[in-house]
């Protein structure tokens, strides 16, 4: 809608794509946008991607993304 909360739809995109690191089967591949909010809505959403801290939970308790394949990896980041 254009009338949409641009910050709301920003925070609410990026807890829906990238929860689980996209590992959901209901992780979404598109976002409907109207068009007259489609470039700020790129721009936004790509600058709130990049910001995203990557780093190994268990090196780094405030990264908001990273790989944990081993059991041993993962048992380290929970205790943060």
């Known amino acids: ?3 949409a909360d641009l ?8 807890k829906a ?3 689980n690191a996209g590992q959901t089967c209901i992780s979404p591949n598109r976002f409907l946008v109207h068009h007259r909010l489609h470039d700020a809505f790129v721009d936004r959403l790509v ?5 995203l801290r990557r780093q190994l ?6 990264a908001d993304a990273g790989a944990a394949a081993a059991d ?4 380290r980041s929970r205790s943060c």
């Open 7 to 14: 910050d709301r739809a920003i925070e609410m995109a990026m």
């Open 17 to 19: 794509k990238f929860r």
């Open 72 to 75: 041993s990896k993962a048992a």
């Open 57 to 62: 939970p268990a090196d780094d308790c405030r």
């Open 1 to 3: 809608f254009e009338d």
């Open 47 to 51: 600058a709130a991607a990049r910001a």
